[in-house]
C-alpha cells in the first residue's frame, strides 16, 4: 500500500453532476497508463502459443473476447472466464509442474513473463489527460486512490512516476494477501474507500473496463465514470456506467 500525506485538508470535494464527492478512485491499466494494450499483446501472446503448440484448436484473442472475458479481471479470473468460454479444460498444476506443463499455474506465469516483456520493450507511457485531472484533483485536496487487478502495479506505477499521486494503492498483491473477491466484485473498490476513511457514495470511479464498472455498481459507489473510445460506451453504460467519455477531462469537476 502506497499512502502520501498531503497538508490539505482531508474535507475537501468536487461536484460532478450536481453531486458532490471526497475522493475518486481510478482503475489503473487503460486509465492512468496506457498498459491495457501491453497486456493484450501478452494474452494475444499466450493464446497464440496455445492454438499451435497444443490441441485445443484455435483460441486466439480478439479484441471482443479481451474486453468481454479478460479485461479489468486478475489473471487467473480473466485466464479461466476465457477458456471456459472456449469449454477448454486445463489442470491447475502444481509448483513441481515442469516448464512446458499445460497447466494453469503455468499459463499464469508465461502470461506475467510476456507482459515484462511487452513492458520491457515499451516502457510505461501515460493517458495524459487523467494525469492532469489526477494533478488537479490533488491540488485541490480531494483523495484519490488506485485500484488494478494487477500485482505489477506498483512497479507500473514507479516506472511511470506516478507512485506519489494516489493516498493509496490497492492492487494483485493485496486482494491476494487480503482475500479479496477481484472485479466484477466490489472488493477492492470498497477496500481503497476504507482506507481512505470514506463510504462508497462519497467516492467516485473511473474505469475504462466492464468489468470495474460493474463492480463499482454493485458496491454502490456514488458516480461510475467509464472512460474509453466511443465504441466501447454502449458496453460500459450497459454495465453501469453513469456517464461515457473518451478523455476525463470532459467532466467538470469544480471544488465545492
Known sequence: MTVVHTD???RASIMIGG???????????????DTARLHLSAWRRLFQDLTEHSDMGNVEL????????IDGKDRRRGL???LDSRHAVVPPGTPDDSPNAMTIRNL????????????????????????????????????TAVVSASKNARYVLDRAGLTDYFDTRVDGIDTAKLGLRGKPDPDTYAEAARRL???????????????????????GFGLCVGLGPAENFAALTESGADVAVSDISQIDCPRT
Open 8 to 10: 490539505t485538508p482531508s
Open 19 to 33: 453531486k458532490v464527492f471526497r475522493a475518486v478512485l481510478f482503475d489503473m491499466d487503460g486509465v492512468v497508463t
Open 62 to 69: 480478439s479484441d471482443d473476447d479481451y474486453r468481454r472475458y
Open 80 to 82: 479461466m472466464s476465457y
Open 108 to 143: 499464469l506465469r508465461r502470461k506475467n513473463t510476456y507482459f515484462l516483456d511487452e513492458l520491457g520493450r515499451s516502457g510505461v507511457e501515460v493517458i495524459a489527460p487523467t494525469v492532469r485531472w489526477i494533478q488537479q484533483l490533488r491540488s485541490m485536496g480531494v483523495r
Open 197 to 219: 476513511s470514506m463510504s462508497p457514495s462519497e467516492c467516485v470511479v473511473v474505469e475504462d473496463a466492464t468489468a470495474g464498472i460493474r463492480a463499482a455498481r454493485s458496491g
